[in-house]
């Protein structure tokens, strides 16, 4: 059936192919036979010794097996100029190119969003100019000869890349991220004149990640980049990722700089552990998980609100901002819900939490509070924004951000306390010599 020197990827897409034509043709004979019967005039549409309720039951299972609609356009060529003639006629060649295009997309679990990829756009055009008659690659063919062409144009790149460190100098930023399966992955960057290198993945998950450890990791990527080009690290605020970069600022000419945008989030942190707000967001998490909770009243809540609200997070301290934000946009479609005739019937009604629930949204010290906090977080979050923006470097900006993020924050009036954690934070790792050379 299939030729002795042919790769056993090259028979799953030869056998895909005859599936497909396969499907095809019974689908046409199908139609054939339905549009045929059709035409005929006089002819009774039920089969006679053929119950109703059986020709039913063997249209309906017919049915359920037929595939879509895909005509093979890459069989023989007497096929092929066929069935194109057959699919464009009509004049609607835009719409058939998209069925066409979308059929891939459906079928084989693409996202839709890939649509947007430059690769695929240049698929498209490439197929266009290249005309009839080319053959799409095998399977075989992308992972095993397009695949090493493909690693050899990005090795150039890099390489490319690397002869711009030894002019300009870089920058090497690592971003750590532990999985909820406890898989801890460290990913190193090389930043240089407007261009960003993914150079490794570190997994360090078998390791204890103190400063010792976090010290020789580093060492090892500096020696890797070239320690004459590296100008500066970015790292987070660990403790360990602190001790570090101060010590490979004494053996290494370079700077260890903070990222700036966790900074800010450490500030959020700072502030959720005051009481008075650890309440404020306490209380909305309960609001939220008693809605989210059960079933019946987080139907009822999306009708009244017209979408969700968002929780606040367990780790990402910011969130908090959202959430809160998001419940002080709702909360009169959630009063709404609640001084409602279907919530006084329902059940929930009359439990101790739902009870206590109505009381909460129907306290006005209560979204005061929840106000002024808001108000209180909404300058750090534009700053944090802003921060971790990938549009424009934000180092040269640093500076200039938290003097008007102090401004608006005594414009709202906020409290000496707050001003103390940012003064805190900002002495301890904002406040950098290569924030103000920025500047």
């Not at 034509?21 to 054939?32: D, I, L, P, T, V």
């Not at 039951?57 to 060529?77: D, E, G, I, T, V």
């Not at 004049?91 to 084989?108: C, D, N, P, Q, V």
């Amino acid at each position: 059936m299939y030729p002795a020197d042919m790769h056993p990827d090259e028979r799953d897409a030869y056998r895909s192919a005859v599936r497909a034509s396969k499907a095809s043709e019974w689908e046409r004979e199908q139609y054939e036979n339905i549009v045929g019967s059709k035409r005929k005039t006089g002819e009774s549409s039920q089969s006679p010794g053929l119950p109703s309720m059986m020709r039913k039951s063997h249209s309906m299972r017919h049915s359920q097996q037929s595939p879509p609609l895909a005509p093979s356009l890459y069989k023989s060529s007497a096929a092929k100029q066929k069935n194109i003639k057959d699919i464009f006629k009509g004049g609607a060649i835009k719409e058939t190119m998209g069925r066409l295009i979308s059929k891939f997309f459906i079928y084989e679990s693409v996202a839709p969003a890939k649509a947007k990829s430059h690769h695929f756009k240049n698929m498209i055009i490439g197929a266009q100019q290249a005309g009839m008659g080319i053959e799409p690659p095998s399977p075989f063919d992308i992972k095993n000869k397009y695949l090493e062409m493909e690693y050899r144009e990005m090795e150039a790149y890099v390489n490319q890349q690397r002869e711009k460190w030894k002019t300009y100098g870089c920058t090497i930023m690592s971003d750590g991220w532990t999985g909820p399966t406890k898989l801890s992955i460290i990913n190193f960057m090389v930043y240089s004149k407007g261009s960003t290198v993914f150079l490794k993945s570190v997994d360090a998950s078998n390791y204890i990640k103190d400063h010792k450890y976090i010290y020789d990791l580093l060492k090892t990527v500096i020696k890797e980049v070239g320690k004459e080009n590296v100008v500066q690290i970015v790292t987070d605020n660990g403790s360990a990722f602190m001790k570090a970069g101060k010590q490979l600022m004494k053996k290494y000419n370079l700077y260890w700089t903070p990222c700036a945008a966790h900074c800010i989030d450490l500030i959020f942190e700072d502030i959720g552990k005051r009481p008075s707000v650890i309440e404020v967001i306490n209380n909305a998490r309960k609001i939220t998980n008693f809605i989210y909770n059960h079933g019946w009243l987080l139907a009822q809540m999306r009708l009244y609100c017209g979408g969700d609200i968002v929780r606040p997070g367990a780790i990402r301290f910011a969130t908090n901002y959202i959430a809160l934000d998001s419940l002080l946009k709702k909360r009169v479609d959630l009063k709404k819900l609640f001084m409602s005739d279907d919530w006084a019937q329902h059940k929930l009604s009359r439990t101790k939490h739902g009870r206590e629930l109505e009381q909460l949204l129907f306290d006005h010290a209560y979204w005061d509070r929840m106000t002024n906090i808001v108000s209180l977080y909404e300058p750090l979050y534009v700053v944090l924004r802003l921060m971790d923006s990938e549009v424009v470097p934000t180092m040269p900006f640093v500076y200039e951000l938290m003097h008007v993020m102090k401004t608006n924050l005594t414009r709202q009036g906020a409290g000496d306390w707050m001003f103390k954690i940012i003064q805190d934070r900002w002495e301890k790792t904002l406040k950098h010599p290569l924030h103000a050379a920025g500047t």
